[in-house]
């Protein structure tokens, strides 16, 4: 299998030179690594000596240390290179005028895990927005879509609900890669950056990652593995309710459960559409931090059969619907805040779409709930494509 080359690999290459006397800042975080697992901090400090000036870090860290949403992190150095890090994930989630005034060229290489309320996404726009006001250049190093870029799944956004885990109108699973994002943000929003992407090569929209014959970096810390990848656009829904989403499991977002479950009642009133390429295995487990810390929960584990038929947030919609039903004196929506949102219902952020939610509670059935957003996805399929970089 030939091994995809990522955006940081190619300016490895031969990109690199196109950058000699100008000042530079990164966006990164542990995993920005090309395919030989070296940083791109040391990749273009190593290259362009003096010339980086001074790194940025996105939610969790630029280490990748935090754990959780709204843990902000603090400003640091680097003691290597002797200049700051700031972080995008403290005070404000924006560069401050302060820390851009040292460089000319703002790198980006952040990878993402294909689903709309990833944050990585906003903290581009929000950089994004900041270089074009200071008529500054953006030069992000693409990355593979962990889920491919045919498929799409999900209502679109609505605008109401736009926030830091959903800045436009874009489904849950969107199917681009971050340069492509990076593309679609600067037309949308009318931004007249500077921007330039580095693509990748040899990766087509077909392609899962393990089709990609590169090793997984952890992008976040509850982002173990590709799997968890592949499930989150479903299983991220359980953030705006009481079950636990397998936070203080050794599996996060395929594990999940509530001391409150009953598994098997569960799985006799789950729609047979809902569970297509997967299969739910009852999974006892314990978490030991977030929701039901040391509480016995019940719950499942999800096992990817056929990512082909699988379509991670149709299944977790099912299974939150029957939950809902099955549990009306357990079962809560968690109240904000989240992601420095203090009024609007979380569960309405992530879904993006509160008559969603309105349907789930008043048993519409879930092939309804889908035959609703058709359309709209159909409509995001044909616009996004002037922004596709690959075919």
């Known amino acids: 299998m030939k091994k995809v080359l990522t955006g940081l690999d190619n300016?490895?290459?031969?990109?690199?030179?196109n950058l000699k006397g100008y000042r530079l800042g990164l966006l990164a975080n542990q995993a920005s690594l090309d395919s030989r697992l070296n940083p791109a901090r040391d990749i273009i400090s190593e290259l362009l000596p003096g010339q980086l000036k001074v790194i940025f870090g996105p939610q969790h860290g630029y280490g990748g240390q935090d754990q959780d949403n709204m843990q902000e992190t603090d400003h640091t150095q680097d003691n290597k290179l002797g200049i700051p890090v700031f972080s995008l994930y403290s005070e404000a989630r924006e560069p401050m005028p302060y820390m851009l005034e040292e460089i000319d060229i703002l790198v980006i290489d952040l990878q993402d895990v294909g689903t709309r309320v990833y944050t990585f996404a906003s903290t581009m726009l929000n950089c994004l927005r900041a270089m074009a006001e200071r008529g500054k250049k953006v030069l992000i190093l693409d990355r593979?879509?962990?889920?491919?870029?045919?498929?799409?799944?999900?209502?679109?956004l609505r605008s109401e609900l736009y926030s830091f885990v959903g800045p436009y109108k874009i489904p849950m699973r969107h199917g681009l890669t971050m340069g492509e994002l990076a593309l679609l943000f600067n037309k949308v929003f009318a931004l007249d950056c500077d921007l330039e992407?580095?693509?990748?090569?040899?990766?087509?929209?077909?392609?899962?990652?393990n089709d990609t014959g590169l090793k997984w970096l952890m992008p976040s810390v509850n982002m173990p593995l590709p799997e968890t990848a592949f499930v989150y656009p479903g299983q991220v829904i359980w953030e705006g309710t009481n079950l636990s989403e397998g936070r203080g499991t050794c599996r996060p977002f395929e594990i999940f459960g509530a001391p409150f479950l009953d598994p098997d009642a569960i799985l006799k009133n789950l729609q047979c559409e809902a569970?297509?390429?997967?299969?739910?295995?009852?999974?006892?487990?314990?978490?030991?931090?977030?929701?039901?810390?040391?509480?016995?929960?019940?719950?499942?584990?999800?096992?990817?059969?056929?990512?082909?038929?699988?379509r991670p947030y149709l299944t977790s919609l099912a299974i939150l619907q029957v939950i809902i039903k099955l549990y009306p004196d357990d079962f809560a929506w968690t109240r904000p805040?989240?992601?420095?949102?203090?009024?609007?219902?979380?569960?309405?952020?992530?879904?993006?779409?509160?008559?969603?939610?309105?349907k789930l509670e008043k048993g519409n059935s879930i092939t309804e709930i889908k035959r609703g957003w058709k359309s709209e996805l159909e409509a995001y399929i044909e616009w996004r494509k002037p922004f596709l970089l690959y075919q």
């Open 11 to 17: 300016l490895h290459i031969k990109v690199w030179k």
């Open 144 to 156: 593979p879509n962990p889920l491919g870029g045919e498929v799409v799944e999900g209502n679109i």
């Open 197 to 209: 992407i580095i693509p990748l090569t040899d990766w087509n929209r077909k392609m899962l990652w």
């Open 275 to 310: 569970v297509k390429g997967c299969i739910l295995r009852e999974y006892l487990f314990i978490p030991t931090f977030n929701k039901w810390k040391g509480k016995l929960c019940r719950g499942f584990m999800i096992h990817i059969i056929d990512p082909q038929q699988y």
């Open 337 to 358: 805040p989240y992601e420095y949102e203090y009024i609007k219902k979380p569960i309405d952020l992530i879904i993006g779409d509160a008559d969603i939610r309105s």
